[in-house]
């Protein structure tokens, strides 16, 4: 069967309204909202496939939570018990007419310590197979970024190549095409491909002293572009009944400011990511996963402290041991997995010495799911950390639990 995304049919709250007192067009955006859940599945369609759209009329609301409680111990030193409301994140949700469908994204992370508007996009589809789509979307870069909603995932913190290698969540103003295709062998083929106000200078002039994508990442992108060179990204994948899917994605943008008032004041500088994504099963195991490489052109003076290239891996593995028929609940199932990552942020050696460039972090959690119903998770996850500096001394170690939840609602 198709990749089983966690979130799926729960109940949310759904407001039905009637623009027009006809009813050949609220049935037509009755027959629209049907289509964007029948035509939307695997990652592509991870936006749309949410619940609070199942069974919606024409606009609906909805959205997430998710909370933790983290304690962490490094080398020794603890800074004791926390806890936090990561997430807050409201959806709306609207079939304009025949062809048309709006959504957006608005997230509270810690309170109201920081507020984005994650997606705000218009999808105009002429046919499954070529779907229009403007606004504040998601560059296809991996499964994650497009694909992130807390309550799917098993593990508390997302993982690190899609957050530290890909810049995720990451959203962009631009416009492309997406579709989706059946093949006579089974299974369809999907694409995307979009250009959009790409990442900018802060990738290296940034706090962290290291190459750091998240960093690049800026409100004013949302209004203009830092040079006036669209970023361009792109994925391609396979989808089989009882495989799963497969997808590979690039994205390239140019991100320093080398044009100030139409005078070119430095080189072009561009950077590219490249990844490959799976979700499939072995018998009664899940697996889901991403690769993902850098590659970006480095001023000379800074080509060994910050990394010219980087890239980063994690997969994670979750099957389900008891399925309690407790409180009323029927689909409840316990789940126990793991996740294993890694990431590099410094490939290469050092000229003088010949001596590999370390900067990398090795990272192992084993972890326990409880889910009530499909669109509600409880975590358990211990997290172990192994970090190396850029010079490779020891690793620092760092150890400690997070107890969490996220909903749909």
């Given amino acids: 069967m198709f990749l089983t995304l966690a979130a799926t049919l729960t109940a949310t709250l759904a407001i039905g309204t009637r623009a027009d007192p006809l009813h050949a067009q609220a049935d037509s955006a009755r027959a629209d909202t049907s289509r964007a859940r029948r035509d939307t599945l695997g990652v592509q369609g991870s936006i749309y496939n949410r619940p609070f759209i199942a069974g919606a009329g024409r606009t609906s609301i909805g959205g997430y939570a998710e909370g933790n409680t983290n304690y962490f111990v490094e080398d020794g030193i603890s800074d004791g018990f926390s806890m936090e409301l990561r997430r807050f994140n409201i959806f709306l949700y609207s079939a304009v007419g025949p062809r048309l469908r709006f959504i957006s994204e608005l997230e509270f992370e810690h309170g109201t310590e920081e507020i984005a508007l994650e997606t705000a996009l218009i999808d105009f589809q002429l046919d499954p197979a070529f779907v229009l789509r403007a606004g504040i979307l998601l560059p296809p870069i991996g499964a994650f970024n497009q694909n992130h909603d807390s309550p799917r995932w098993d593990f508390v913190d997302r993982p690190l190549v899609s957050t530290r290698i890909i ?33 900018g200078d802060g990738v290296i002039l940034n706090g962290e002293g290291r190459t750091l994508l998240a960093a690049g990442k800026r409100q004013e992108q949302f209004a203009e572009d830092n040079n006036g060179v669209p970023a361009f990204s792109a ?81 994670d593995a979750m099957t389900p041991v008891w399925r309690p028929r407790l409180f009323g609940l029927r689909d409840a199932v316990v789940s126990v997995g793991l996740r294993t990552e890694y990431v590099d942020y410094n490939v290469g050696t050092f000229t003088s010495t010949g001596r590999p460039i370390r900067d990398d972090v090795l990272a192992v959690v084993p972890g326990v799911t409880y889910r009530p119903v499909p669109g509600t998770v409880f975590k358990v996850n211990y997290r172990r950390h192994w970090t190396r500096d850029l010079l490779g001394n020891p690793a620092a170690r760092l150890g400690g639990y997070q107890v969490g939840m996220a909903t749909y609602f």
């Fill in 167 to 199: 810049p995720s969540t990451l959203s962009e103003v631009g416009f492309g095409a997406y579709g989706r295709v059946a093949l006579r062998a089974g299974g369809s083929f999907t694409y995307d491909a979009y250009l959009t106000n790409g990442l």
């Fill in 235 to 315: 994925r391609v994948a396979l989808q089989r009944r009882g495989l799963g899917e497969v997808g590979l994605s690039h994205y390239r943008a140019t991100y320093n400011s080398f044009r100030v008032d139409g005078v070119e004041v430095d080189a072009r500088r561009a950077l590219s990511i490249s990844a490959f994504d799976l979700s499939t099963s072995l018998g009664p195991v899940s697996l889901r996963g991403e690769a993902a490489l850098v590659r970006l052109d480095m001023p000379p003076a800074l080509s060994e402290l910050f990394g010219h290239r980087q890239w980063g891996a994690h997969v």
